[in-house]
């Protein structure tokens, strides 16, 4: 299990080192409907989801978390298409001068995809299910398995290297993206192991995930949470 003090090398040499950026920041969606109510799901498209008042204040919020924390530094952005994540992305983009950012809509970031629209009694047993199996493997009826998210997320990966070389990429990338996104960069970005990825708790609502650049490594700066509830099923690795 890794703490806000675990260190992974993102590259195994040194190479161009001056081209990566300083941080790579991950943004949660402010709060969105179906966070207050989950039975949205069925209801409409699962990327037409807005957020609330409250999760339009926590973006502008986020904004200036985010100014805080760069100052005059420039930033590129890569925003899920999801309804929810553009308008985010909309309020932190207030808070920044037009000049020190640019962005673009990044599909591969999107959330987990949960197929089509249900009744509450068979939204309630996916759910159930899910948890029950385990939220990496699990295909959702219709829908992806965590397991999908992770392969986008490790494709993006090589995509996100190669902007990186680019002499004049900014000092940060943030993407403003999803929960179970979020946890699986992680993953896929640290390699860590199916378990590790079960017991961690998705961020809060517009939480900053803050990853920082030193010597050639990224360390992640922002302490995340883990579940204590032992998982239904676990069996890692053990040499003698």
Known sequence: MFSANFVIALLHNTKNLTMKPKRIILIRHGESE????RYLFGLVPDYTIELTERGRAQAIEAGKALRELIGEETAYFY???FWRARSTFEGVAKALERHKFDYREEPRLREQEWGYLRSPEEFD???KERRDYGIFYYRIPGGEAGTDVYDRINDLLGSL???FEETSYPDNCVMITHGLTIRLFLMRFFHLTVEQF????????CALVVLELHDDTYRLATRMEYSDE???YSRPIRLE
């Open 34 to 37: 179906a966070n207050v109510d």
């Open 79 to 81: 925003v899920s298409p």
């Open 125 to 127: 047993r996916i759910c």
């Open 161 to 163: 290297y190669r902007d």
């Open 198 to 205: 079960e017991q961690m708790i998705s961020p809060v609502n």
């Open 230 to 232: 032992p998982l239904r």
